[in-house]
């Protein structure tokens, strides 16, 4: 099968001063539009992996849905794969938010099931992340990696402040 | 004979004058310091948790201190107009003891206002609000009084945390602690609410969007309040001594030229 296209969009974190958009176990994203119109049919799936930094390098595509490694596996896999969307959702016309909050599903995970769960990351990162598009015969198209993101550490230090 | 009979009876008028508004201000202070004392704002249980309610002790002061400056100015103008050098000292006594008692009250609000600072509140807010376990009764009492206040406080102002939400996540709190941050970024009583109690839009306050959440902090709604009692207390109580120092020296001068 042929390697999936890359685009040359990056993901990011917006820029607008959003006070929630990096805490201490989620961040926001930009909702990428009109990226994958030309790569996608509407019944394929977008995905968001996220990587810690250092893992993204060695961080291979799998093959097909069944391989997606999943918000369990983060502390062995260094790393996961969530959100996922129909592709006709990041379409041109779909009116939408304009972000996507990666961990703040608290209710999925640890129950052992097969959904792809978008909770909280264990650990400040740093994280890339990355969207990939899955058919039906595996990836069809992938976006660049993200700069590194860092989230907030502070309510993990001291409780009194100077 | 006849001039200094002249200065004596512009004497008598002066500290008539002199005991009439400090009966007026006495009944001010009595009032302005029970105004304060009822804390309209219900910020009190703040201050309790700070251990330190000086400047409400310098307002129940000011209470007794105001009713003894209105008893004492009626006693010293009817010594005034009587003559009568037995009163007369019983005034200057007890006018001095009243005197010390009003000077604690003010220099104790003056230099507490320095006490209320962001950072003691902010700390405060960290230690108590929303803390699960308290260790033992008189601490589960105060961080009863530190929740419902800024509870309260955030609703009513529609303000976050002292300085902001950001509050929240840049230090460890006992709130973080029982409420995780996924989902609580920070208070949902942060959030702009409908009129029924819940937030109009939970996602766009719990990733800050404008218009969902409150940005202000809530140092202003505290300290504002609490400023205007402790320069009240304590600059008005000081307007007080100072006339009361005139008409007291006034009144020495007038019993030492009294006989009985």
Same mark, same amino acid.
């Given at each position: @099968?042929?390697?999936? %296209?890359?685009? =040359?969009?990056?993901?990011?974190? !917006?820029? /607008?001063?959003?006070?929630?958009? &990096?805490?201490?176990?989620?961040?926001?994203?930009?909702?990428?539009?009109?990226?994958?119109?030309?790569?996608?049919?509407?019944?394929?799936?977008?995905?968001?992996?996220?990587?810690?930094?250092?893992?993204?390098?060695?961080?291979?595509? @799998?093959?097909?849905? %069944?391989?997606? =490694?999943?918000?369990?596996?983060? !502390?062995? /896999?260094?790393?996961?794969?969530? &959100?996922?969307?129909?592709?006709?959702?990041?379409?041109?016309?779909?009116?939408?938010?304009?972000?996507?909050?990666?961990?703040?599903?608290?209710?999925?995970?640890?129950?052992?099931?097969?959904?792809?769960?978008?909770?909280?990351?264990?650990?400040?990162?740093?994280?890339?992340?990355?969207?990939?598009?899955?058919?039906?015969?595996?990836?069809?198209?992938?976006?660049?990696?993200?700069?590194?993101?860092?989230?907030?550490?502070?309510?993990?230090?001291?409780?009194?402040?100077? | 004979?006849?001039?200094?009979?002249?200065?004596?009876?512009?004497?008598?008028?002066?500290?008539?004058?002199?005991?009439?508004?400090?009966?007026?201000?006495?009944?001010?202070?009595?009032?302005?310091?029970?105004?304060?004392?009822?804390?309209?704002?219900?910020?009190?249980?703040?201050?309790?948790?700070?251990?330190?309610?000086?400047?409400?002790?310098?307002?129940?002061?000011?209470?007794?201190?105001?009713?003894?400056?209105?008893?004492?100015?009626?006693?010293?103008?009817?010594?005034?107009?009587?003559?009568?050098?037995?009163?007369?000292?019983?005034?200057?006594?007890?006018?001095?003891?009243?005197?010390?008692?009003?000077?604690?009250?003010?220099?104790?609000?003056?230099?507490?206002?320095?006490?209320?600072?962001?950072?003691?509140?902010?700390?405060?807010?960290?230690?108590?609000?929303?803390?699960?376990?308290?260790?033992?009764?008189?601490?589960?009492?105060?961080?009863?009084?530190?929740?419902?206040?800024?509870?309260?406080?955030?609703?009513?102002?529609?303000?976050?945390?002292?300085?902001?939400?950001?509050?929240?996540?840049?230090?460890?709190?006992?709130?973080?602690?029982?409420?995780?941050?996924?989902?609580?970024?920070?208070?949902?009583?942060?959030?702009?609410?409908?009129?029924?109690?819940?937030?109009?839009?939970?996602?766009?306050?719990?990733?800050?969007?404008?218009?969902?959440?409150?940005?202000?902090?809530?140092?202003?709604?505290?300290?504002?309040?609490?400023?205007?009692?402790?320069?009240?207390?304590?600059?008005?109580?000081?307007?007080?001594?100072?006339?009361?120092?005139?008409?007291?020296?006034?009144?020495?001068?007038?019993?030492?030229?009294?006989?009985?």
């Amino acid at each position: @099968p042929a390697p999936p %296209a890359l685009l =040359p969009y990056v993901p990011r974190v !917006p820029p /607008a001063a959003l006070p929630g958009k &990096l805490t201490a176990t989620t961040f926001a994203l930009e909702r990428p539009c009109c990226v994958f119109d030309r790569h996608a049919n509407a019944s394929d799936a977008v995905w968001l992996v996220v990587a810690f930094a250092n893992a993204s390098a060695a961080f291979r595509n @799998p093959p097909s849905r %069944a391989d997606v =490694p999943l918000y369990e596996q983060l !502390p062995t /896999a260094c790393s996961y794969m969530t &959100l996922e969307t129909a592709a006709a959702t990041y379409a041109c016309s779909a009116a939408s938010p304009a972000v996507l909050r990666v961990g703040g599903d608290t209710v999925c995970g640890g129950q052992g099931g097969r959904d792809p769960c978008n909770g909280p990351l264990p650990s400040p990162g740093p994280y890339r992340v990355k969207f990939l598009v899955m058919g039906c015969h595996g990836p069809k198209a992938e976006t660049r990696w993200s700069d590194p993101i860092l989230l907030r550490r502070g309510t993990g230090g001291t409780a009194v402040p100077p | 004979m006849a001039k200094s009979d002249d200065g004596i009876r512009i004497l008598q008028g002066l500290l008539v004058f002199g005991n009439v508004v400090i009966g007026m201000c006495g009944i001010a202070l009595t009032a302005e310091c029970i105004f304060f004392v009822s804390d309209p704002h219900g910020l009190y249980p703040l201050l309790e948790a700070t251990e330190n309610d000086d400047i409400y002790a310098a307002a129940w002061i000011g209470i007794f201190v105001g009713f003894a400056l209105f008893a004492l100015s009626i006693l010293g103008i009817v010594g005034v107009i009587k003559s009568n050098r037995t009163l007369l000292l019983v005034y200057i006594i007890l006018m001095l003891i009243t005197y010390a008692f009003e000077m604690a009250s003010c220099i104790t609000a003056a230099t507490h206002r320095d006490f209320l600072t962001p950072n003691l509140f902010l700390k405060q807010m960290l230690e108590r609000y929303q803390k699960s376990e308290p260790d033992n009764n008189n601490d589960k009492w105060m961080t009863e009084g530190v929740t419902k206040t800024w509870d309260k406080l955030m609703l009513q102002n529609q303000c976050c945390g002292v300085r902001g939400p950001s509050d929240w996540q840049e230090y460890m709190s006992a709130f973080r602690i029982t409420h995780n941050d996924a989902d609580f970024p920070w208070p949902h009583n942060c959030c702009v609410m409908d009129a029924r109690g819940s937030p109009v839009n939970l996602d766009g306050c719990k990733l800050g969007v404008p218009g969902y959440y409150n940005s202000n902090g809530c140092y202003d709604a505290i300290s504002g309040p609490m400023n205007t009692h402790a320069w009240g207390v304590a600059w008005f109580g000081f307007a007080i001594l100072c006339w009361t120092f005139c008409v007291l020296l006034g009144t020495m001068f007038y019993w030492s030229r009294t006989e009985y």
